[in-house]
């Protein structure tokens, strides 16, 4: 199924496949997500939406198909200069744990060359951005809370200020109340920045939170996509509906009258 979204993407998937052996992780996905746009993979464990970001980035390449950024093809020869403009996120923030906070915040600027005082100038703007206490900095990962730590990992995504971001079930390890101050964190900071991305998550309130365009899959395949509303009140697919329902809160228990 082709996801439509517009027609300008800054981001495209075109009929991709990959197997793993036997098992067929991706079956002709095609997606295009349009710039400044934030776009939300859903769906069971196993149904391909971290494979999706893995393609995007260049750690998998396709068995058939093509995966575009801004209109050139994610492939070996142009995958370190595309990885420069795309800030990804994973669980707990994928941090180093012998290196500081700030450390690990300024990995990639230092490798690229960056002096000292733009480094620092950059983190600077970038802990305020987070509401990151400069104090924080200068701990290790072990020292820092969950909701810290995710902190970490998203500035270290936007240091190079990168066109897209990438976040790979950001926000699944954390307690619900740490996890709603930085949904809304994180939604203003999307909204500020205009930047374009994609999140895969589980968690249909947060899929609905986020998500401009929401992409539901199972098992390698595009089931359906839109907006909360369009999967709710017309979903294309049985499995649609089982999956929000699964989700919504139970029904309160009446008291039996006597």
């Not at 990959?18 to 939300?40: D, I, P």
């Not at 924080?136 to 990962?141: D, K, V, Y």
């Not at 395949?221 to 999956?243: C, N, S, Y």
Request: glycine content about 8%; proline content about 6%.
């Amino acid at each position: 199924m082709t996801c439509a979204v517009g027609r300008d993407p800054v981001l495209e998937l075109e009929s991709v496949s990959k197997r793993f052996g036997a098992t067929e992780a991706l079956n002709h996905v095609s997606l295009r997500v349009e710039r400044g746009q934030t776009a939300v993979l859903i769906g069971e464990s196993g149904s391909g939406k971290s494979t999706v970001l893995r393609m995007i980035t260049g750690l998998l390449y396709p068995d058939t198909g093509r995966v575009r950024l801004d209109g050139t093809h994610v492939e070996p020869g142009s995958v370190q200069q595309l990885r420069r403009r795309i800030g990804y996120v994973i669980q707990e923030g994928g941090l180093f744990p012998h290196l500081t906070a700030y450390d690990n915040t300024a990995l990639m600027a230092r490798h690229l060359g960056w002096d000292k005082d733009k480094v620092a100038a950059r983190i600077a703007e970038l802990s305020a951005l987070m509401r990151l206490p400069a104090e924080a900095l200068q701990r290790h990962p072990r020292a820092l809370s969950g909701g810290q730590r995710q902190r970490v990992g998203l500035m270290r995504a936007l240091m190079l200020d990168p066109e897209w971001l990438l976040l790979d079930e950001p926000l699944g390890a954390l307690d619900p109340i740490t996890r709603s101050e930085l949904q809304h964190d994180l939604r203003a900071i999307f909204a500020s920045l205009k930047k374009t991305v994609l999140i895969v998550t589980h968690d249909v309130g947060e899929a609905a939170f986020f998500g401009d365009i929401i992409v539901m899959m199972r098992d390698g395949a595009i089931v359906q996509q839109g907006k909360m509303e369009d999967l709710l009140e017309h979903p294309a697919d049985p499995f649609v509906t089982r999956f929000i329902q699964a989700q919504l809160p139970p029904l309160p228990i009446r008291p039996v009258s006597s």
